[in-house]
């Protein structure tokens, strides 16, 4: 019965704008202070504290938006939301409705003959909410040091299909903050999170009624309860009965969805104009250099790594999923001069040892001494095995590679008088051996390559053993 229906997702996604201080006030935006340490008038709600805008929020609010390829608007206006809870002393929330700052725009999902664009419909600016703590000595309390913190809400158009699909454009977005350096992309402090609306129609039918699953914060998690809201829709509409409207929470112990509220229109939250702030308006000037001024987003550089550096898709995707590890990369290319020996490199031994944490990332060896120690390679002075030892050996100090090999004595045997005689010796003991080659089974030549690297301790240079053993087993 579930083939019958199609699943529909929209996103709307809540990140955190990596400002210093917070969207109306002074107040520091750091996470893990102390419980209301981070706090004035403005964030607390007393009467007569005037709001301030952020100029700093602005700015990478119309970065987001020129990324996601939305329209800035000259002209948006602040408003206020209207409701209850016990994190908002306020009352309400100050955010963005009618007028928002970015419309319109698209993400690219996918990827060759699945690759599409799905819409986002807006970016708009406002104020997060402060954080209700419960199970504290037996009572719930109230953290206010969130109160104030700027956000951005990137609402996508309905145009998902699938909790994979939902995943793989949260991924992307996240990506796109972070290389923005706008966003830190932490899920688990909440910083990027998402509510997922979900709803099921049969082929050919309307949009059906829409449940809201609020703040999601794992991709994983995303995916299991988009199944389980679409698969819970399904089974209703299966047996004859209805979808209600509702606000939802995800359960991860039970792997079940369960409701919060019923569903709120528009017209419950009371919007009006915010009357302590003037609208916020935004010259072309301004638009136009944050524009000329944008990185190079993620899927770009995707692009470029594998036309012109010569990567393969999954290594670009790999090595660009930081920006950090992706301006890492390029700088150890650069100076190396071969990306494709870089990249296989850095993926196979380099990037298991990388930590991220947010935009930071910590890199076992400088992008100077990768470079330095490929090139060994290159020259043939190590081999690709001895490169492995060489990399242990110098991860996590500020020794150069040609320092490594001198100490330790790894320098490549290519001394090809010295690597005859060897190869001479393994021949003669294993007359069986060469009477097979001799017979044609040329796969014994990885036999006696093996014994010469057992006897050099793997410090031959394999080209050559493999050149003066092909000549001498062919010798009568």
């Known amino acids: 019965m579930a083939s019958e229906f199609e699943t529909v997702v929209g996103l709307e996604v809540h990140a955190q704008l990596l400002t210093k201080t917070k969207i109306f ?4 935006t750091a996470f893990g202070a102390r419980p209301n340490s981070n706090v004035c008038p403005v964030c607390l709600g007393l009467p007569g504290a005037l709001p301030v805008l952020n100029g700093e929020a602005v700015r990478m609010a119309v970065r987001i938006g020129l990324a996601l390829g939305c329209s800035i608007e000259p002209k948006s206006t602040f ?14 929330q100050i955010s963005q409705y009618d007028e928002p700052l970015c419309l319109g725009g698209h993400l690219a999902i996918g990827g060759g003959e699945s690759a599409r664009r799905v819409g986002i419909v807006r970016v708009h600016m406002e104020e997060d909410a402060g954080k209700n703590m419960h199970g504290v000595a037996g009572d719930s309390v109230v953290d206010l040091n969130r109160a104030g913190t700027p956000l951005v809400e990137i609402v ?7 909790s994979a699909e939902a995943a793989d454009y949260l991924r992307r977005l996240r990506e796109i903050l972070m290389a923005l350096g706008v966003n830190d992309g932490n899920l688990e402090e909440g910083s990027f999170r998402c509510d997922a609306n979900v709803s099921v129609r049969g082929a050919g039918d309307a949009i059906g009624t829409r449940c809201e699953i609020k703040n999601v914060n794992s991709f994983r998690f995303v995916e299991k309860a988009i199944d389980y809201e679409a698969g819970r829709q399904v089974a209703l509409l299966s047996a004859g009965k209805k979808i209600d409207q509702e606000t939802l929470r995800w359960d991860e112990a039970s792997g079940k969805t369960y409701p919060l509220r019923s569903k709120e229109d528009a017209h419950d939250y009371r919007y009006f104009p915010e009357p302590d702030l003037p609208p916020l308006v935004v010259d072309a000037a301004f638009v136009a250099a944050e524009k000329a001024s944008l990185e190079e987003l993620p899927e770009a550089r995707r692009a470029r790594f594998v036309s012109v550096l010569g990567l393969s898709p999954g290594a670009a995707g790999v090595i660009t999923a930081h920006p950090e590890v992706a301006h890492f990369f390029e700088r150890a290319a650069n100076l190396m001069g071969d990306p494709v020996k870089v990249a296989n490199f850095f993926q196979t031994e380099v990037l298991r040892d990388v930590k991220t944490t947010g935009l930071l990332a910590s890199f076992p060896v400088s992008a100077e001494q990768l470079a ?9 002075t190590i081999s690709g095995k001895q490169a492995k030892e060489v990399y242990a050996k110098i991860a996590g100090t500020a020794t150069s590679p040609r320092q490594a090999v001198a100490a330790s004595g790894l320098a490549q045997m290519s001394d090809a008088t010295v690597l005859e005689a060897i190869c001479r010796r393994v021949i003669d003991q294993s007359p069986k051996q060469v009477d097979g080659y001799r017979q044609g089974k040329t796969a014994l030549l990885g036999f006696f390559v093996g014994q010469v690297m057992k006897e050099t301790r793997g410090s031959a240079n394999p080209a050559l053993v493999n050149e003066i053993l092909t000549r001498l087993l062919a010798a009568s």
Request: aromatic share 12%; proline share 9%; glycine share 6%.
């Open 25 to 28: 006030c002074a107040c520091s």
């Open 79 to 92: 408003a206020r939301k209207n409701y209850f809870y016990p994190d908002l002393p306020k009352g309400y």
């Open 156 to 162: 996508g158009a309905p145009d998902l299909r699938s």
């Open 372 to 380: 330095e120690l490929l090139a060994l390679v290159d020259e043939k």
